[in-house]
């Protein structure tokens, strides 16, 4: 079946720093990709999406490039601040006919920004 | 617009008690989903609802029942609580038109002794 895999976290860096956060994934179709982000004590927003090979989402100054040759889709930005304190999830939802709500997510990366 | 709502937001229940999580959303949007959040295993689905009537089971359905006999209300029922389900239980909705885009309601943090 259709999964995603994220780099393990926790992740530290210091403000202004650079981030990457890694994603891969295994599908059988063409899926669609997207990171959700979750503050501390929220729900999960959607951050950014991709439907296509070589789109490039972006958001927020995030930024991730759906690579087909690489199944890959990962995230980053260019100067961290310690609002983007949270848990980034990599999600992939299958393109069949009717499965348009469902939703393959990866096991989540802590993100902790220090001032 | 209140989005999603949950409730409760926190819950303790010993084995074998029944419970029902609730959810309500008033984007009048036609798909629901129940996910559960466990460390080191991002969200999984539980069950699902295409509109009023429809529900289908997702990755992780065993010992929870849902209905959905309005478009705004998707409750989880636990018949029997076991340890194995305590988690984070978030509902989410989202449109057909962009099903992918899901908005989630906060959480439900359950505890089962």
């Known amino acids: 079946g259709d999964s995603v895999t994220q780099m393990e976290g926790p992740v530290t860096l210091s403000e202004e720093a650079f981030l990457t956060i890694n994603c891969t994934y295994t599908a059988t179709g063409y899926p669609s990709l997207f990171w959700y982000v979750q503050y501390p004590g929220e729900g999960l927003q959607l951050l950014l999406k991709a439907t296509k090979a070589d789109d490039k989402g972006s958001n927020k100054g995030f930024e991730a490039t759906y690579r087909k040759e690489t199944t890959s889709f990962h995230l980053e930005k260019g100067s961290v601040q310690v609002s983007d304190s949270a848990v980034y999830f990599c999600a992939l939802s299958d393109s069949g006919e009717g499965r348009g709500n469902k939703l393959v997510f990866g096991a989540g990366t802590i993100l902790r920004v220090k001032s | 617009n209140a989005g999603v709502t949950q409730t409760p937001k926190f819950q303790v229940l010993k084995t074998g008690q029944s419970m029902t999580l609730q959810c309500a959303q008033d984007?009048?949007?036609?798909?629901m989903s129940w996910y559960r959040q466990d460390p080191g295993m991002g969200l999984r689905l539980i069950h699902y609802s295409v509109g009023a009537g429809i529900t289908d089971q997702g990755e992780v359905p065993n010992g929870y029942n849902v209905s959905r006999s309005t478009t705004e209300d998707f409750p989880l029922r636990l018949l029997s609580a076991a340890p194995s389900q305590t988690s984070v239980y978030f509902c989410?909705?989202?449109?057909?038109?962009?099903?992918?885009?899901?908005?989630f309601g906060p959480g439900t943090r359950l505890t089962v002794t």
């Open positions: 989410a909705s989202s449109r057909p038109q962009s099903s992918y885009e899901q908005y």
């Open positions: 984007m009048n949007h036609e798909y």
